[in-house]
């Protein structure tokens, strides 16, 4: 076949007292290709197994984060507590004095919230819906 480099000849020589090389008696080139399918073999295994860990990490701590983050957001919500007790003291008014007109147009349907809590409640959604996605992606590379 020609010439040989000289990495082919040092593959070669190191191949020789390999198990593998002893058992087949084919030549040099099947040699060469048997060891360099063993060793890639190991290899490929070894990326496979290090990978399948950093997924599993990922799925903990994804699944972690979300527990935690979901309890931030259930505490941040606001509480309907307040507006109950706002419109049951405005019954007890009314009930109180029947005669009066009572002008329930300042009523508001909804409370107004400060702009920081819209901030920090849009923030951690976002950050819970990168956690599930994150979490996702892990599931499909341990599929894969």
């Avoid at 290090?50 to 509480?79: H, W």
Wanted: hydrophobic fraction near 45%.
């Amino acid at each position: 076949m020609g010439q040989r480099s000289t990495a082919d000849e040092q593959i070669l020589n190191a191949a020789q007292g390999l198990p593998i090389a002893q058992e087949c008696d084919k030549g040099d080139d099947s040699k060469f290709w048997t060891t360099y399918d063993k060793v890639s073999k190991e290899y490929d295994d070894a990326l496979l197994s290090r990978g399948n860990g950093d997924m599993n990490i990922i799925l903990t701590f994804a699944g972690l984060f979300s527990a935690v983050n979901s309890t931030f957001i259930i505490g941040m919500l606001p509480n309907p507590a307040e507006t109950t007790n706002v419109l049951l003291l405005r019954l007890i008014q009314i009930t109180a004095d029947p005669g009066a007109v009572h002008d329930i147009s300042n009523l508001s349907s909804s409370t107004g919230y400060p702009s920081s809590t819209v901030w920090m409640q849009a923030l951690a959604y976002a950050s819970l819906a990168f956690s599930v996605l994150a979490a996702f992606g892990a599931v499909l590379g341990k599929q894969w």
